[in-house]
């Protein structure tokens, strides 16, 4: 069992929570993921690692509320158990050679970019970091996306904070302005890391993106997260997730993404509150 420490909401539908786990806090490193299970009726979920603290012992993960398990999460408070916590998986992320990096992170992925950013800040790299969301209401984290940068850029998509645009925009204003970058990482929306690869392949940089597909085992056994990658199957649960965002075939990888979209949205119907109209 697995005590929920603290917890913390961000915004209206995004929730930070830490999770006493010293075994997988000992070992964890950015760019891996954890699968939880709330009960032993519950699905499997996985949610990349947002941070750790080897001292403590805690996990740290950050969930937008978007289907039944989520919602069940954020209903959870500080003192109760999760039954299953799987320890780290995936391949950490590699920042061998890495001099000067923007990191871009779009939606949820904001919280999954700042661990990748704070480390290599932490090495001495110098690291521009972008961040976009719909409106400044939603904006999650600020003080310490600050202190894993260089330079910090927020972008919201109705220009609430004087910034408007997307993460894309910005990007391509960096680029226009002379800011070179040996490596680009982006993590969020299959859209967007699409479109930060479109901009990148053109002027020959080297980005990396975390793709975060559907995910069941953690193992690779089950099949459920292959993707395409180079014209070969990789399975993101083992081989990645980080991949060369060039190499990946995204209609393929956007296409997976949209499986189970019908029985998603049946399964939050069947769950409905009568009383709130939220998730039991």
Known sequence: MFQI???????????????????????????QFIIFRIDENGE???????GYDREAGTVTIIFQKVGYTTNKLD????????????????????????????????????AIAYPQAKAMHDLGIEVDFIVGFRNTDLII?????????????????DGSNGNKGFVTNALADQLAAGREYDTVIAIG?????????DITKEKG????????????????????????????TKFACVDG??????QVDFAEAMARSRTYQAEEAESMKKHECRLTGGAR
């Not at 499997?44 to 690692?49: A, D, K, Q, S």
């Open 5 to 31: 420490v603290k917890k913390r909401v961000l915004n209206p539908t995004v929730t930070y929570m830490e999770i006493k786990a010293p075994y997988v806090a000992r070992k964890a490193q950015p760019g």
């Open 44 to 50: 499997r979920v996985p949610l990349t690692i947002a």
């Open 75 to 110: 209903s959870m408070n500080e003192g109760d158990y999760l039954l299953d916590f799987v320890v780290p998986l995936g391949k950490p992320s590699e920042f061998e050679g890495m001099k000067k990096v923007c990191v871009i992170g779009g939606g949820l992925g904001v």
């Open 141 to 157: 984290l600020q003080d310490e996306f600050t202190n894993a940068c260089t330079n910090l850029i927020i972008m919201t998509d």
């Open 189 to 197: 929306p299959l859209v967007m890391m699409k479109a930060v690869c």
């Open 205 to 232: 940089i080297h980005t990396i993106i975390s793709m975060n597909p559907i995910m069941v085992d953690g193992t690779g056994m089950c099949g459920c997260c292959r993707l395409t990658v180079g014209g070969e």
């Open 241 to 246: 997730p980080d991949f060369d965002g060039h």
